[in-house]
T-cell receptor, first 114, second 109 residues
């Protein structure tokens, strides 16, 4: 079974703090994604990575950065957390580029910025 | 802008009935289509995918794709209270996935 894990289920941070969200997958998947999910807005792509040290901006990259130093690990960084970054953050991974390959999601991190 | 539209609901059906969930997409280059179920506070889990026109059945679930109309649907037969969840439609374009905002389904015992 594919497993995608995220470092925290719940996180509370203060405005201005630097926040690291970690995601690890154990199935040697090439592609990894970070989304945020907000009521009424659905899942929105922040960044994705198709290889080590490679990254692409998604629809809402502002205020975020990412790091992928190893194939299995994809980190999301909030450089200076703000209250509008309070959200559910979901990591996902997928193997290769075949059109039928599904995304596997991690359990999510619910981040609250005070 | 690649858009995926779903009725937000809520959709309520009695136990044992057929639930019909609909999704439209804007980009004709979309390659494959996925239905995810998401329980409150949990992450999405895949129900099924489809990439050819027509119907695809898996147990109580049937996905239908009409690329000419840019329309994909999910039918849930013999609905159970445990099917109560939010259903997300997703389309794949290249290496990116685009999600609808989800339809909330409640199955009434």
């Amino acid at each position: 079974d594919v497993k995608v894990t995220q470092s925290s289920r719940y996180l509370v941070k203060r405005t201005g703090e630097k926040v690291f969200l970690e995601c690890v997958q154990d199935m040697d998947h090439e592609n990894m994604f970070w989304y945020r999910q907000d009521p009424g807005l659905g899942l929105r792509l922040i960044y994705f990575s198709y290889d080590v040290k490679m990254k692409e901006k998604g629809d809402i990259p502002e205020g975020y950065s990412v790091s992928r130093e190893k194939k299995e690990r994809f980190s999301l960084i909030l450089e200076s957390a703000s209250t509008n970054q309070t959200s559910m953050y979901l990591c996902a991974s997928i193997r290769g580029s075949q059109t039928y390959n599904e995304q596997f999601f991690g359990p999510g991190t619910r981040l609250t910025v005070l | 802008q690649k858009e995926v539209e779903q009725n937000s609901g809520p959709l309520s059906v009695p136990e044992g009935a057929i639930a019909s969930l609909n999704c439209t997409y804007s980009d004709r280059g979309s390659q494959s289509f996925f239905w995810y179920r998401q329980y409150s506070g949990k992450s999405p889990e895949l129900i099924m995918f489809i990439y050819s026109n027509g119907d695809k059945e898996d147990g109580r679930f049937t996905a239908q794709l009409n690329k000419a109309s840019q329309y994909v649907s999910l039918l849930i037969r013999d609905s159970q209270p445990s099917d109560s969840a939010t259903y997300l439609c997703a389309v794949r374009l290249g290496n990116q996935f685009y999600f609808g905002t989800g339809t909330s389904l409640t199955v009434i015992p």
